[in-house]
Structures are given as C-alpha cells and as structure tokens.
C-alpha cells in the first residue's frame, strides 16, 4: 500500500511563494497549513507561533518545515535499504530490529507511521 500524500507537500510548494528579499504572506487558510504542518515536523509551538507573525519569519518556517522533511526523508531512505538488505540476506529479525529502533527514534510522526507499517508487513 502506497503512503498518502502528505500535507507537507503543500508546504514545501510554498517555498516557491518566497520574495527575494525573504518573505512569504500567506492568506489564513495557508497559514493555518504550515503552522500544523510545523508542529507534525516537530517544531516548536512557540517557535511555530513567533515564526508566524511576520512575512520573513513565515519564509523561515517554511525552509525548516522543508529541511525536516528532506533530512527525515533520507534516514527513512537510508533505513529501508539496510531494512531490504537484511531481508535479502535472510535475516528477518536483523530488519525487524532496524525498523524497531528507527521507531522508537525518529522524531517526525509520519515518518515514523510509514516505518510501522513496514514493520508490520515484515511480521
């Protein structure tokens, strides 16, 4: 099963939407996406919410929102091939064991989502 789209896609899209000089005005309904976004990536509530009250702090929000993603994206990525790895050599429980530990220490919850699923598949 194929992994939904994740809200963060909308997000990242925005960075796009960045004034030269660093600035990023969003509408309310954007604005209320990023922020809940920022929170999934783990952010700060109070990071979230000062972020959000001007246009350079918007633009900042977004490049963090985008890095989290890119950085949590490569250790799913780097954890999967060492998952698939382990499967090949007929180690089942080595790759159950990697997916365990990636679980229990990966900070952003869809990320985390998507590694449980494959661990349930593995079992």
Request: charged letters at 35%.
């Given at each position: 099963m194929?992994p939904?789209v994740?809200?963060?896609?909308?997000?990242?899209?925005?960075?796009?939407?960045?004034s030269?000089?660093?600035?990023?005005?969003?509408?309310?309904?954007?604005?209320?996406q990023v922020?809940?976004?920022?929170?999934?990536m783990?952010?700060?509530e109070?990071?979230v919410?000062?972020?959000?009250?001007?246009?350079?702090?918007?633009?900042?929000?977004v490049r963090?929102v985008?890095?989290?993603?890119?950085?949590?994206?490569?250790r799913?990525?780097?954890?999967?091939?060492?998952?698939?790895?382990?499967?090949?050599?007929g180690?089942?429980?080595g790759?159950?064991k990697?997916?365990?530990?990636?679980?229990?220490?990966?900070?952003?919850?869809?990320?985390?989502?998507?590694?449980?699923?494959?661990?349930k598949?593995?079992?």
């Amino acid at each position: 099963m194929r992994p939904r789209v994740p809200a963060w896609e909308n997000v990242i899209e925005m960075e796009r939407w960045i004034s030269p000089e660093g600035r990023l005005e969003l509408p309310g309904e954007d604005r209320a996406q990023v922020q809940s976004v920022a929170l999934q990536m783990t952010i700060a509530e109070a990071e979230v919410y000062t972020s959000l009250r001007t246009p350079e702090g918007t633009a900042a929000l977004v490049r963090e929102v985008h890095r989290r993603v890119r950085e949590g994206g490569k250790r799913y990525s780097s954890t999967l091939a060492d998952v698939r790895d382990l499967q090949e050599a007929g180690d089942a429980d080595g790759a159950r064991k990697v997916l365990a530990e990636y679980i229990a220490s990966e900070p952003i919850p869809r990320y985390r989502e998507w590694a449980e699923t494959e661990l349930k598949e593995l079992e």
